[in-house]
């Protein structure tokens, strides 16, 4: 495995901020793919208040009905009663008793897209790619996902739409990244990690998925069909946490999962109990997706390096996006939760691991 020694490859300091009363607090966990002799990220940009006032905090949220941005302000006194602000990326409310509830979130995210002719060195366009829409997406857009279905020369963008009521699975059509179809979300709350197979199986699309079970069961890998990218059923379960070790507190899938002859290959992140986000590999059967064939047992990247140790979050490395060329895999990620780096590997190592 190979760091690019370019890493960073894109920070805040490379985005416009949206607008004017908004700061970018980072870029990250992008979506990733090849279109002709070009690549492109489509990237999660965070923006929040860009001068707080000192008596109250003003967080951005989507409002429907102005059909634009607004800042939310919440008092300083109102906030030492009522909130919890001790997680950087979000706000909760106290008094909630074991389970705690989110009231909001620190940044609003949109997707922004990044151009490149070598891979590496990338141009971050000045405006989002698309606006913000309806009640789902009051909180933001996050985390884009690329899958290319080959026998229809379209592409799929899942990503998670967040408001006050849940996280939810997206869809976006496109076959030019100029024009969109919203299919809008496809899984019910609360539900993130959406990735699409490139091909059907049976005449069937399939997804994994990870739902968040709120009482019995882990946040784990699952796996869905649909006849046609919007009605998802025929869930199973797929892997779980471990009991130990760097994915003992939640899974769920990075990139799109690739075609090989041994069968479908998925980078995907795990997290332990202390929120530290690493990079797993495993093999899956090409015609019954939920059988696994290989499983790495340690990560194949793990946060180490000063940029993936500090930061926003630090201790994250989180793909969502990848572009397998000529038997090498390069894994665009974000770093620490504000950045995006890239590391390169060989099929040869993603199969030694895969024996391990």
Known sequence: MIREPKNPIITAADVKP???FLKVDGVFNCGAVKMGDEYLLLCRVAESCAEQPEDAVCIPIYDE??????????????????YDMSDSRMIYKKNTGSIRKIKYLTSISHLRLARSRDGVNFT??????LPFRGRYERWGMEDPRITYLEEEDRYCITYT??????AMPALLITEDFQNFQRIGCIFPPENKDVVIFPRKIRGLYYAFHRPVPSEIGMPDIWVSTSPDLIHWGNHRHVCGVSEEGWENGRIGSGIPPFWTK???LHIYHGADTRNRYCLG???TDLENPDKI??????????PEASYETEGFFGGVVFTCGGVLENSRLSVYYGAADDKIARAEFSMEEIQQALEQ
């Open 281 to 283: 590999a495993m093999l």
């Open 124 to 129: 971050v366009e000045e405006k989002p790619l």
């Open 293 to 302: 064939l290989k499983k790495a047992s340690k990560p194949i990247l793990e």
């Open 18 to 20: 949206s607008h004017d």
């Open 262 to 264: 041994e069968g479908w």
């Open 65 to 82: 009905v102005l059909d634009g941005l607004k800042l939310e302000r919440l008092g300083r006194e109102e906030i030492d009663c009522l």
């Open 161 to 166: 739409a967040v408001s006050e009521v849940g």
